[in-house]
């Protein structure tokens, strides 16, 4: 008989005819011991830890869900249909408000990228509030300047100027301003399924229909065909960097990617037909997060680079989600796309979930703006520039992109599996820890899993423990994306529990 799992007293349990497990919390969370062994798939054994979070004494969950309904925006996402109440984060586990425990495989939506309350940056953030809390950056203190210095170490050629501000959306409108303000143009070309924010001067280079408002978008932006080679018109088994190919056939020759040519001939069009001559920047990830992990033809932004600067515009890396070793070969994206941006701008993992995040640029761009007063109250104030200054050392320290290298191929290797094994899974994609599997009802057509489905997979990952993101065009891929802090074990687990639940949802049960 197939083991089912119940929750008793907030505890999850495993239930069989022969026997029940509890789930113990009795080990160190980034620890494994020498005897582990990968669960089988009936053996859903949560990968220990004795972390202990501390009695919850808040609000009811009625009341606080009854309360967000009421006075926080409609607008606002909550997952799952009956969302998790969160009480408390430890490295990758969350816990809820009955102390049960949840391995963080999104980590806040890729953002916490060393460990929910890593007790280094918590050290340093509670010293740093009992010195200075706030000043605004028209004063000048030590901790906005180390954090400027260790980020700029980190980029490549002569980007080495740093504009610290609260969130990727502000970080990607002032790059947006300065590519315009320095090269006195004003088109701007993105690729479709892109995202890059919501803020209305973003609207514009927000390239997902699902995300837009009915409202009048902002001019000057111009899209270019996304250069998906699984979902796309060009693409096959041999043309993305990543340790998991795409399965469609590829006719390419030695050293010639033909799905590259092709996009990058149609984004020739873009350039040819839809902008001006003098144009102002071309602005992608490095790889796409929300649109679903799509990965580009290999030596794509390389020749897209070079045309974009041809015609005077600037070249823009939005690494809000890449950065800061998530794709495990390399600090930023963008390196494994063997280029050097004009402008790079990230947040979320610089943070590990505290509100921080940079645009880096050449002096020379950097003086575009100097003609006006630019300033930011938040940005870089001495808390945030403690917190990135000390998630910055413990990435290096504790060889975190490293750990994403390794963890984040074996897990990829392993994820690959479940698109030979079952029906509906269409693809397995990503670099490091972040990975993409899309869903589809069938694999021919490409046809996407429909919602209902996919949310039944969805929630019941929930239910065995495990919290894994989803996004894409269609809602239909699985978004990997853990803290880069996570064992072994906990990447064998997660896909015990996804396999588990793939299988239960193709078998009625």
């Avoid at 054994?45 to 609000?59: H, N, V």
């Avoid at 989803?470 to 699985?478: D, E, H, I, T």
Wanted: charged share 20%.
């Amino acid at each position: 008989m197939m083991p089912r799992l119940r929750e008793i007293k907030g505890r999850l349990i495993t239930v069989s005819v022969s026997h029940v497990r509890r789930i113990t919390t009795s080990r160190l969370c980034t620890q494994q011991h020498s005897t582990y062994k990968p669960p089988q798939d009936e053996d859903l054994q949560m990968p220990e830890c004795d972390f202990q979070p501390q009695p919850y004494k808040g609000m009811s969950y009625e009341k606080a869900l009854e309360l967000r309904k009421k006075n926080l925006s409609p607008a606002l996402l909550t997952y799952y249909k009956k969302p998790l109440h969160a009480h408390q984060g430890y490295m990758q586990w969350i816990f809820d408000a009955d102390g049960k425990r949840y391995l963080d495989m999104f980590a806040g939506i890729v953002t916490v990228s060393i460990g929910h309350c890593h007790p280094r940056v918590n050290a340093a953030l509670k010293s740093q509030v009992d010195r200075l809390w706030h000043t605004t950056n028209i004063y000048m203190n030590s901790q906005i300047s180390l954090a400027g210095e260790k980020l700029a170490s980190k980029m490549p050629g002569d980007l080495k100027v740093v504009y610290f501000v609260n969130s990727g959306s502000e970080a990607n409108d002032l790059a947006t301003l300065m590519a315009r303000a320095y090269t006195r143009s004003f088109d701007i070309i993105n690729l479709r399924n892109s995202y890059h924010g919501t803020s209305p001067s973003l609207l514009g280079i927000l390239a997902q229909t699902n995300w837009k408002q009915n409202v009048p978008l902002n001019f000057g932006y111009s899209a270019a065909m996304n250069p998906d080679v699984y979902r796309g018109i060009w693409g096959g088994k041999n043309c993305r960097d990543s340790p998991v190919q795409t399965s469609r056939d590829c006719d390419c020759n030695p050293g010639q990617c033909k799905a590259c040519d092709g996009y990058v001939g149609q984004l020739q069009e873009v350039l040819d037909y839809a902008v001006s001559s003098r144009i102002a920047a071309f602005f992608a990830e490095p790889i796409q997060g929300v649109g679903g992990t799509v990965q580009y033809p290999k030596g794509y932004l390389k020749q897209v680079y070079e045309k974009v600067r041809s015609r005077g515009g600037l070249c823009i890396a939005d690494e809000v989600q890449t950065g800061f070793g998530r794709t495990g070969e390399h600090y930023w994206g963008f390196q494994g796309h063997d280029v050097i941006p004009d402008i790079v701008t990230m947040a979320k993992g610089i943070g590990n979930g505290f509100p921080m995040a940079a645009v880096v640029t050449t002096p020379e761009i950097a003086r575009s703006i100097t003609t006006g007063i630019h300033f930011n109250t938040f940005g870089g104030n001495p808390v945030a520039s403690e917190v990135a200054s000390t998630v910055m050392d413990v990435i290096d320290e504790e060889k975190l992109q490293e750990n994403a290298n390794n963890i984040g191929t074996s897990l990829l290797l392993k994820y690959a599996k479940l698109r030979d094994e079952f029906p509906i899974v269409g693809d397995v994609r990503g670099k490091g820890f972040m990975i993409g599997i899309e869903m589809v009802s069938d694999k021919e057509t490409k046809t996407p899993l429909p919602a209902e489905e996919m949310a039944d997979i969805w929630e019941r990952t929930k239910n065995y423990g495990v919290l894994f993101g989803k996004g894409g065009r269609f809602g239909n891929v699985f978004r990997i994306k853990p803290p880069m802090c996570i064992t072994q074990a906990d990447a064998d687990f997660s896909y015990a529990v996804l396999r588990k639940s793939i299988r239960e949802h193709l078998e009625g049960l």
